[in-house]
């Protein structure tokens, strides 16, 4: 009778030997990639300007030896990089790396981990043990003292981020939301008032990132005329936001034409915290096929419906509902395209639901300032991650005053 061989179990010395071969040569790979990219590039430029030829007929641009080997870090680990040289003898001309920038050491991943680590509770001491675990042994590049560097480096770049010229921007819509986070050396919880808005190709930036005293009036007000005085002068054409924000009354004088959409998920929270849970599942329903609605007619009928339903027994929830009737539909009158868009700020609580969640269960940062530029920093690595509006063409139409009528451009057939 044949018997099965045992299978010797895998000792742990040669599980952690094997993943570290696998370690390795994913570095060693990455390293040639990376190597042969900048290669290419310094190849590419060379030939592009190898027909201009001095007085004396050598050319102008040729290849010059390697910059000294450099450590970049990586979220494989460090890579040992040579990078090869341009003499660009043009007035004016110098080769410059879009690959690997001069000064760059480590990669925007590693950028962008390390703020998010700080905001999620991580003390600047414990940053050497955490990123060891994620990055390996080989992460001594990110030390503590390292860190508090990247933090000091992380507010000169806010500050100048906040002073930019603004006066080539028009933001279509914008998103306005209030963000609250714990600080350890404060005993009030900070707010940071947060402004997203959608250009006019349908691309979405960060605008502002302000820290204020309970998302007050006063505070917004500081945030739009900073905005103003910096060249923000065309109004947006729709703003969103949740209905307890002191931004509305802040809008009404900054920007008085700009049309206002409350937040439907703010807004349905706030319904249903004002009826009994056995009723949530039912109530959420009919809100739902308010916003949902493919006419403003329909959605009416839907609201009148809950109204009907519910105004007897639980008038607080309905009284919730009717007072904002007006900002709850205007998203009817802009591109049906846009509705995913902008019936909520989602832009905003997406970004931000993670770090938000967290920090309540932490101290936080140390001081408001280092809360303002983590925040900042994380919204500008999220930024690039920002998707187009959909139906981006429709823009345009938007900024001209077409009427949209139920999302369809009046004089248009609906699909």
């Known amino acids: 009778m044949l018997t099965a061989t ?10 952690q ?4 071969v696998l370690d390795e040569l994913c570095r060693e790979g990455a390293r040639q990639m990376l190597q042969a990219a900048l290669q290419a590039e310094v190849r590419d430029y060379i030939e592009s300007h190898g027909a201009e030829i001095g007085p004396d007929g050598r050319r102008l641009v040729i290849g010059n030896g390697y ?10 680990g460090p890579l040992k990089i040579r990078q090869p040289r341009v003499r660009d003898e043009r007035p004016g001309k110098r080769f410059s790396s879009q690959i690997l920038p001069p000064y760059l050491r480590r990669t925007p991943s590693i950028e962008a981990l390390v703020p998010a680590l700080y905001l999620k509770g991580i003390s600047t001491g414990d940053f050497p043990a955490a990123l060891e675990a994620i990055l390996g042994p080989d992460a001594a590049g990110l030390s503590a003292t390292s860190v508090v560097r990247l933090k000091k480096v992380w507010e000169e770049d806010y500050e100048q981020w906040r002073q930019r010229d603004l006066s080539n921007k028009h933001y279509v819509y914008v998103w306005a939301d209030g963000i609250h986070f714990n600080v350890r050396l404060e005993d009030d919880r900070t707010c940071m008032l947060v402004l997203i808005g959608a250009l006019e190709d349908g691309t979405k930036e960060l605008i502002a990132v302000w820290d204020g005293f309970r998302e007050s009036k ?10 103003r005085r910096r060249g923000l002068e065309r109004p947006p054409k ?4 949740d209905g307890a924000l002191g931004f509305w009354g ?3 004088e900054v920007f008085p034409k700009t049309r206002r959409q409350r937040c439907w998920v703010h807004k349905t929270a706030n319904v249903l915290d004002k009826m009994p849970k056995r009723l949530h599942s039912r109530a959420k329903s009919m809100l739902h096929e308010m916003y949902l609605a493919s006419t403003r007619k329909m959605a009416l009928e839907a609201y009148d419906a809950f109204l009907d339903a519910y105004s007897a027994k639980y008038p607080k929830a309905c009284d919730c509902l009717v007072k904002d009737f007006e900002d709850l539909f205007a998203f009817y009158d802009f591109p049906a395209e846009h509705w995913i868009h902008i019936r909520t700020t989602n832009p905003i609580e997406s970004t931000f639901a993670t770090v938000r969640l967290r920090t309540r269960r932490t101290k936080g940062c140390g001081s408001t300032k280092a809360t303002l530029t983590m925040v900042f920093k994380l919204g500008i690595e999220c930024e690039k991650k920002w998707r187009r509006l959909n139906g981006s ?9 077409r009427r949209f009528i139920d999302g369809v451009l009046e004089g248009e057939k609906a699909a």
Do not use: C, H
């Open 238 to 241: 729709l703003a969103v936001g």
């Open 250 to 252: 802040a809008l009404a």
């Open 218 to 227: 006063d505070s917004w007000l500081d945030v739009l005329r900073d905005l």
């Open 393 to 401: 063409a429709r823009i345009a139409q938007v900024v001209e005053g």
């Open 67 to 76: 910059l000294p080997e450099r450590e970049l870090m990586t979220g494989l």
């Open 17 to 20: 030997s094997t993943k570290g």
């Open 6 to 15: 045992p299978i010797k179990a895998q000792q742990p010395a040669e599980t």
